[in-house]
């Protein structure tokens, strides 16, 4: 259902304007993912590999959008985790660097995606390579929350 929402949402903007059509169309196509996607990642792991793999497609094309509803579903699943899916996310991530600067699309990556795993090593290894390249593109406050909430603890070994 999220291809097709991705579709929808490519030909309503090469359609004429209508409001009323638009408006909703944008509306159903373009708000959070049906809530039957975050039942089947959860129960399902092939569903939540093909969730992967849209997530990937539509972070290489850019969809802000497409990408956005779908990694709050991903939160949920260990699997979006694994480093060989993060190192593929976050390359994909810093050549969307410009959408950084905006807080609703930090929103969705930074507090509802990567916090979600913050407690594996591995995910704090991937915050830190993505913020290497986007860092200038994030607003102050922003970053001054990840540093803050990246800084080791003495729960950390010190190797």
Not at 21 to 29: F, L, Q, R, S, V
Not at 62 to 82: E, Q, Y
Not at 84 to 108: K, N, Q, R
């Amino acid at each position: 259902s999220l291809m097709v929402d991705d579709q929808v949402r490519a030909l309503n903007t090469k359609l004429p304007p209508d409001e009323r059509e638009t408006a909703i169309t944008i509306i159903e196509h373009s708000g959070p993912a049906p809530e039957a996607c975050l039942t089947f990642v959860q129960d399902s792991s092939v569903a939540a590999i093909i969730a992967m793999y849209y997530t990937l497609h539509a972070a290489k094309q850019k969809d802000r959008v497409g990408l956005m509803r779908v990694l709050g579903i991903l939160a949920n699943c260990d699997r979006a985790f694994d480093d060989p899916f993060l190192h593929f996310l976050v390359s994909l991530l810093i050549h969307m660097g410009d959408e950084f600067a905006t807080e609703d699309f930090c929103t969705v990556i930074f507090d509802e995606f990567f916090y979600a795993g913050i407690t594996k090593e591995n995910v704090t290894r991937h915050i830190l390579k993505l913020l290497w390249y986007i860092y200038p593109k994030l607003p102050q406050a922003r970053l001054y929350t990840l540093m803050k909430s990246l800084t080791p603890t003495s729960q950390h070994n010190d190797a």
